[in-house]
């Protein structure tokens, strides 16, 4: 358990520092608004991973017995609806919540013999580019962005 969140205390500062953090076995390459970084997704604790937004194509990692969530910007709309590469490998669903700022989520759910994918999300300001793959081992809860440029 100590080795688990000494791993993710790394994670947390790779994010805030948009730097390279290096934990053994668990390396996906993420491309950050300021380099590319190789960025460990072992977040077994929260499972949220925040990104800084650049157009960039990010990686999210799926678990076939869990939900991936990917959580757009508050009064963010959808322009059309996402699409994934492989609809066959990859279960996806929208949703939106909230009164005057509604806020769009895609789940997500890999089937047990998916192959890695792409999804694009469309929406009223910009367009997501999210590399998907399947993992036995690590999974993201929920992906959300930051916007720095706005």
Known sequence: MERFLKQLMIFQTALILSATA???ETLVPVKTAATTA???LNLALSGHVEMPFDGSPVTLRCHADRLCLVKLRPGE???DTPMV???EDWDMTHRGQGGEAIQVFVTLSPTES???ANLFIFTDQR???INLVPSQT???SVLSFTYPEE
């Open 22 to 24: 290096v934990v053994a």
């Open 38 to 40: 190789e960025t460990p």
């Open 77 to 79: 709309q959808l322009a």
């Open 85 to 87: 590469s492989l609809p």
């Open 114 to 116: 998916a192959r890695p």
């Open 127 to 129: 367009v997501y580019d």
């Open 138 to 140: 690590d999974s993201v």
